[in-house]
């Protein structure tokens, strides 16, 4: 993945495109075939939105699932059906007595392991369909709670029925639901009416450019300043070394052997997933681990400890 039009472009959405629009102006600036963004954002939502390039794209599975920071604004004394301000209002409550005291309490109380509904305004699917398609169509339908994990949430600050707070959740975790949930518990209702991504792994607000900055870095043949290399979006994976004998194996898509390995991390478990390096710190593929570092340590020079999940040259 040498190839400047096979790294990331850390994209900042603004307020109103879908993703998918964003995709295509990407794809439209670039001239590239091939284009996918990590993890969607609201049409409403702003901020982080890391789309991959032509080869890249063989890395969004693994970024998919990494967390993610958000910044919101809630608006309490209103609840909509889509949960957030483009909604319909379903109820309309009184928050005059609500205290700082009292939201600062609830947004601690989620925090952790929670279960949560998805709304009927997401793009989650039933038998293939987006569950917004038939939530337009008026259709509701039942939904199982999914587990998310609320690592952090920050109150910022409250004016009026207004409340800004920061979150650090787990992929696939709804702002809006946690807005809606906390305006149920207060007998108010509530509605998120602002929210921006500010990071998704390495990905980071400070470090993110417009489609017009983009443009701009096309024109003028900087794209190599602009664009995250492969190897830097995947640095929160632990790193398997090898002796550059083996790098033909695994183009041709071959399992290593324990002999082949230069280096690996002191602890590591069944399951996970590793970035193999080779001298120049080029990432040649991604692999899963199938022992820990106990067993790993008996195995007899041969034996296979780790299986590809994904080549990347």
Known sequence: MDCILDQVVNLYKPSGPTSFSMVLAVKRILGVKKAGHIGT??????????????????????LSPLSKHYQCT??????????????????????SEVTETQVRDLLTSFI???KQIPPMYS?????????????????????KPASVNFYSIDFIN???????????CSA????????????????????????????????AQDSSITLEDLEIASKSGNLAGVLFPVEKA?????????????????????????FSLKACPKEFKSGMMMRVCNGSDKVLAILESL??????????????????KRVLI
């Open 172 to 203: 696939g975790t709804y702002i809006r639901t946690l807005c809606h949930d906390i305006g149920q518990k207060l007998g108010c209702g509530a509605h998120m009416s602002r929210l921006t991504r500010k990071r998704v792994g390495a990905f």
């Open 234 to 258: 995947l640095q929160f994976l632990p790193e398997i070394r090898v002796s550059d004998d083996f790098v033909e194996l695994i183009a041709n898509g071959n399992a290593l052997p324990k």
């Open 112 to 114: 952790g392991e929670q």
């Open 74 to 95: 809630m608006t309490l004394g209103t609840a909509t059906d889509t949960q957030d301000s483009t909604g319909q209002t379903l109820f309309e409550g009184d928050p």
């Open 41 to 62: 954002l609201d049409p409403m939502a702003e901020g982080i939105l890391p789309i991959c390039l032509n080869q890249s794209t063989r890395i969004i599975q693994f």
């Open 123 to 143: 793009a989650k699917k039933s038998n293939g369909i987006p569950l917004y398609k038939l939530a337009r169509n008026g259709i509701t339908i039942e939904r």
């Open 158 to 168: 409250m004016d009026e029925n207004r409340v800004e707070f920061e979150v650090h």
């Open 291 to 308: 022992v820990d570092q106990e067993q790993f340590s008996r195995l007899a020079s041969k034996d296979i400890a780790f299986k590809l």
